[in-house]
């Protein structure tokens, strides 16, 4: 089965950067990225004062994981998931919201942001990325997905791993 | 399952090492990071004990390049085996496409290897998944043991129908470990295929 990660191209996914680079803008923070709950990154902005931000794979990787262990930490206590997952550091932190039941919006700031605006900003773009999936329901464009996907990508496989042997 | 990112034009799969603890799961990562090539691979994260057993997951991001248009990628995780992070095996399943069973040949874990394959099918049960509908391969790691079972008693335990793709290795000197990852990886494609 192969699904979209979030309904989310074209003209909407212009939009939803636009919002992202608001949400830089507002909140001084260094990054902002939509992912979705299995760790792959769906759209991401960084600031351009922002250093070169660490593998974004890992990052996001890390943060979905560490949402799912938060949700199954609250749902000990009987609740959803918590409402909201900041962490902190001297130096860095991050704040994140869900997007529905499919993604995560994810602001990483440092020291020169306060936290208070980190999250009203953030909570303001999500807001608006939620307006935004909601106003564009329409069918997902199609994919060539089928025998000849796999058979590309079959053949990469074999350039990637040889014949698969151990030398 | 295998998701479509339409905005950055990309597709991808995940793959989960599972096993005992002590199987080698993590060892088959590092050697996969070691030996394909840079631009093909991006960081392997390690979630550790100070004792250097897996407490969360292992991740590592492979890049198969451009397919029709589409970056296409497979994340490799691996699960921590010890019996009382149940919790953290069953969230790392979550939108699982393809399994590799990272089984311990030693004498004295088979029955630890059989718990694990039980482990897992309950586990994926709660995401609405079975290992008949799941491209699923076996590794026997640890085929170097003075003591190693026979790989025909280890198979009857764990596959006894013999529906699953069978590869003897040593890991920890690079030996079977790119074969099931391949296996597993075409499965997943095959699969697609047949869905598409």
Redesign the interface.
Known sequence: ??????D???EA?ER?EGLLVDLLTQSRARYALLI????????HRRAAWAPKPP?L??LA??IA?NH??NE?IAQLFGEASFRETVQQSDGVGTYVESVGDKALLVTVFDASAPLGKVKLFTKRALERIQAVLEETREA??V????????V???A??DE???D???? | ????????R???F?LVYYGPGLSGKTTNLKQIHAH??VE?K??M?SLQTEDERTL??D?L??D??K????K?RF?LYTVPGQVFYN??RR??L??VDGVVFVADSAPNRLRANAESLRNLRENLAEHGLSLGDLPYVIQLNKRDLADALPVDMIRAVLDPDGVAPLFEAVAQR??????P???V??LV??K??Q??
């Open positions: 089965m192969l699904e979209p990660s979030l989310l191209y074209g996914a939803v979705d709950r299995q760790g792959f990154v769906i759209l593998s794979d890992s990787t890390l994981s799912s262990a199954a997902a464009p994919a060539d997905i089928g025998g000849s996907f796999s590309h990508a079959g990469l496989l990637l791993f040889g698969g042997k151990t030398p | 399952m295998s998701t479509i990112n339409f905005a950055a990309e597709i991808n995940k394909v090539p093909s991006g960081e994260v969360f997951f991740f991001p492979l198969l390049g397919v029709n248009g589409f296409t994340h919790a953290s969230l790392i979550r939108g690079h030996v079977g470990v790119i074969e990852l391949k296996a990886s075409k494609l095959e697609l295929a869905r598409a």
